[in-house]
């Protein structure tokens, strides 16, 4: 199957049309933008850092070890685990990677929120102006098939959060939802409190 690029607001079936799929990898990728400066382009680095929010039919946070993210890499389940952190942004490829076994996320458990903020935005006074080339993908549980990609491509700047999409239950089947929203939330507690 090839894959399916989307745009804001877009949604996708994950697993409807794709039998057997029961896992998937959620990477995200983005660029340090290149300082226009006197003596060329140096980038500066910015430390995005990509997390999972567990959030039930309410759409609500039910506890904070429902926060999936670089000092909390695996679920009380099991079933979301994070790849652990990248504090530069550089090199090819997903910067981040969320791995999601669909099959053992608890049945209270409907929708997968995927963020992402700048870690300690406020004392390095960066903001998502300083980024570029960002992206949400979903492959395969291998790794190895792009489902779909969602390229986050509008103006970002002055803000310190982005949530990039959803992972969601409808009935039986998955979906994914390219959302793109930014936000003003220095800290992936801060953002996660909103959802409580």
Known sequence: ?????????QKIDLTKGNSGLAKVVVGLGWDPVKSKGFFGGAKKNVDCDASAILLNSEGKLANDNQVICFHN?????????????????????????IFIDL????????????????YDCVNRKQDFGMIQSAYI???????????????????????????????YRHGTEWKFAAIGEGTHSPHINDLAARYK
Do not use: W
């Open 1 to 9: 199957m090839a894959s399916i690029s989307l745009v804001k607001g």
């Open 103 to 118: 099959a053992k996320v608890p049945a209270d458990v409907h929708k997968v929120l995927v963020v992402v903020n700048i």
């Open 137 to 167: 993908r979903i492959l395969d549980g291998s790794g190895s098939n792009e489902l779909t990609k969602f390229n986050l491509s509008d103006n970002y700047a002055g803000l310190t959060a982005l949530v990039c999409g959803e992972l």
């Open 73 to 97: 890499k695996k679920s009380p389940c099991g079933s979301v685990v994070h790849s652990g952190d990248n504090i530069t942004g550089e090199g090819d490829g997903d910067d981040e990677q």
